[in-house]
């Protein structure tokens, strides 16, 4: 079955830092791959997502992450945090062509601090 | 164009009352999904709705049932509330799959 583990429950980065948040998925195929993005008391926004082609994917609010097929990870990465990027991050993966619900790791809890 | 929206935000029900909430796609989405988020579970699939049919359904009790109308808006039904039931419910659209855009969400508490 498929999974998503997102190893860090909560990282805190200075503003102006480089972030890194890990996921590793599990999948029988090539997968979609998502990032999504949770503001307290709000619903999810999408923030990149991987289809295929270029491993490296660009998203909004400055986020891109990479699939790297070797490892089963989509890390989410920017280059310099802001405090307004505090919120909880969400990866997922979901079917290639098939009518499966999108699979969600645990969350990571970003906090940022001046 | 406008978003996915949910109504109502807020609710408060008691232990044994029923309750139903409601999700509004984006426009020219088909498939609606349902999604309970919980401190201690995470996102949870509860079911997808993909022109007026169940085309998916997650791993919830009976209580737990929704439906979607021709014009893909979509309503879940919660029956016999349980404590455990407390949690934010997402509401999600997608134009085709793998595309998904989530609501707002509304954030049920059973007392």
């Known amino acids: 079955a498929q999974s998503v583990t997102q190893p860090d429950i909560h990282i805190t980065v200075s503003e102006g830092a480089s972030l890194e948040l890990r996921c590793n998925y599990s999948y029988g195929a090539t997968p979609y791959l998502f990032w999504y993005v949770q503001s307290p008391g709000q619903g999810l926004q999408l923030l990149l997502k991987?289809?295929?082609?270029?491993?490296l994917v660009q998203g909004i609010k400055g986020f891109e992450a990479e699939f790297k097929r070797s490892q089963s990870s989509f890390n989410l990465r920017k280059p310099s945090v802001h405090w307004s990027d505090a919120a909880e991050y969400f990866c997922a993966v979901g079917a290639r062509g098939g009518n499966t619900p999108l699979v969600f790791g645990k969350g990571t809890r970003l906090s940022v601090i001046a | 164009k406008a978003g996915v929206t949910q109504t109502p935000r807020y609710l408060i029900k008691t232990r044994g009352q029923q309750v139903t909430l409601s999700c509004s796609p984006i426009?020219?989405?088909?498939?609606v999904s349902w999604y309970q988020q919980t401190p201690g579970q995470g996102l949870q699939f509860l079911f997808e709705?993909?022109?007026?049919?169940?085309?998916n359904k997650g791993n919830f009790p009976g209580r737990f049932s929704g439906r979607q109308f021709s014009n893909s808006r979509s309503e879940m039904n919660v029956s016999t509330l349980e404590l455990g039931d407390s949690a934010l419910y997402l509401c999600a659209s997608s134009l085709d799959q793998g595309q998904t855009y989530f609501g707002p969400g509304t954030r049920l508490t059973v007392t």
């Open positions: 991987y289809f295929s082609g270029d491993t």
């Open positions: 709705y993909f022109s007026e049919t169940q085309r």
């Open positions: 426009s020219g989405h088909r498939s």
